[in-house]
């Protein structure tokens, strides 16, 4: 028959599930660098923009767009081209006339053996499609490049995150191995009194249970590191170093809301969409340009050994305006204008969120400050309860279970403390990140 658990041991139990929800739910992220710690944050955030796919890929993007640019640069450069045929024919065709002079002139229309080159410059005198779309390739690449500040600030966001999600998790296992080391002093106190004929075997299993449950969150904090390591490093191929840990935050205030919002169309995300949009209607402008002429200078000179009664080599020079109108043209200049006002509503949408944002992490920083002072006070008390306790079971005033208690109170309330603090920190770096004061390592 299964023996019904004590009071003690259900509150142990209870302990137990509340260290594994922290421990699981302990998202410990970025803190404002100082000292060593800020070293090792420049240099994780320097790795993970050269090193995260999503860093080279951003990089890659821009290139592409540099290079869209100078292939819409090059549709408005003059052209060369040279053209060289060799033909046998079956037949040949000599015509032979009188030069009036009381001779014959000979010429060769089409040789056995016939051979030409032609050599053409083109120049474009009047493209306005060419044109606009030059135009739409120069906003597409201030458009780059906004979005690929934004697409390494979300690098920097997630180094960061992972890199003090490291650090506190090493905090975690070293609260952890403290609470562990009591558990096992509090046995070892536990076994003397019992050979000493002042305590039972009550007690001695319930120490016996607390240092398991000791055991066991070390295990899982310790797992906690191993799986944050293992996401710093893929994020920036470096090997994390724990260092002195995570510095306490400060609890001054943060500014006001509206220090915050001072530079909302400064930031990358605002300013990627108004960049779309500039491209939008420049893309347009090419779209309606297809209604307008293309006019083109040409200068050719010809080689041929079938010249006829004519010369070799001969030039010529000449302008050329062509206009194709069709229903696809048309066409075009509609879904340019959709998107174009499309667009238009994303950078709007864009800006409302950026605000929106800001205002979330600016309140959620106000509302930290009050928590961390909170668990702070709490795990203070909590210590204290924790030796008070601990002095009276020592003096016979206390039992067991009231130690038990107050130890689990004051690990509970540490893990409480610490995950108050890293949110703090990350609620302050995520603030600087979307109101654009975030400064780049």
């Known amino acids: 028959m299964k023996r019904p658990q004590s009071e003690s041991e ?9 260290l594994s929800a922290y421990s699981l739910t302990l998202t410990l992220l970025v803190v404002a660098p100082g000292g060593a710690e800020a070293q090792g944050l420049e240099a994780q955030l320097r790795a993970g923009r050269s090193h995260s796919v999503d860093g080279r890929l951003a990089t890659l993007l821009d290139d592409e767009s540099a290079a869209r640019l100078a292939r819409a640069r090059a549709s408005l450069l003059p052209s060369f081209t040279a053209t060289g045929t060799y ?30 080159a032609t050599l053409v410059i083109d120049v ?65 106190i536990i076994e003397a009194h019992l050979q000493a004929g002042i305590s039972n075997e009550l007690e001695l299993e319930r120490a016996r249970a607390a240092a ?42 943060d500014g006001t809301l509206s220090d915050h ?7 990358p995300s605002v300013r990627a969409a108004e960049a779309n949009v500039s491209v939008a209607q420049a ?21 041929t050994n079938g010249a006829g009664f004519g010369y070799s080599p001969a030039w010529a020079v000449g302008l050329t305006a062509t206009l194709r109108l069709g229903a696809d043209t048309v066409a075009n200049a509609r879904v340019a204008r959709i998107q174009a006002e ?5 950078a709007e949408r864009a800006r409302i969120d950026a605000a929106s944002t800001i205002e979330t992490a600016f309140d959620g920083v106000v509302s930290l400050v009050a928590r961390v002072a909170a668990t702070r006070a709490e795990e203070q008390a909590a210590e204290r309860a924790a030796t008070i306790a601990r002095d009276r079971f020592t003096a016979g005033l206390a039992t067991q279970l009231d130690v038990l208690a107050a130890d689990r109170d004051a690990f509970t309330a540490e893990v409480a403390r610490i995950q108050a603090e890293a949110d703090l920190h990350y609620a302050r770096i995520h603030l600087r990140m979307a109101a654009g004061r975030w400064e780049a390592p």
């Open 283 to 303: 893309e347009l402008s090419a779209a309606r340009s297809g209604f307008a002429p293309r006019i083109n200078a040409s200068a050719s000179e010809r080689f």
């Open 10 to 18: 259900r509150a142990g139990a209870v302990s137990a599930q509340k």
């Open 212 to 253: 398991a449950r000791a055991s066991e969150r070390v295990a899982d904090a310790d797992r906690l590191v191993a799986e944050a390591r293992r996401r710093l490093v893929v994020l920036t191929g470096v090997a994390p170093d724990p260092g002195e840990g995570l510095d306490a935050p400060s609890l001054e205030g």
């Open 124 to 188: 474009p005198i009047l493209d306005l499609t060419a044109i606009r779309t030059l135009a739409a390739a120069r906003q597409n690449l201030a458009a780059s490049d906004a979005s690929r500040e934004l697409a390494l600030l979300e690098v920097d966001r997630a180094v960061a995150r992972a890199y003090f999600d490291f650090l506190a998790t090493h905090e975690l296992a070293a609260s952890a191995r403290r609470s562990a080391e009591v558990a096992n002093a509090n046995l070892a």
């Open 87 to 116: 033909r046998r024919n079956q037949y040949e065709a000599v015509a032979t006339i009188p030069d009036g002079m009381g001779g014959f002139q000979t010429g060769t229309f089409t040789p056995y053996t016939q051979l030409e």
């Open 261 to 267: 919002l001072a530079e909302l169309g400064e930031l």
């Open 342 to 346: 499309r667009r238009r509503l994303e």
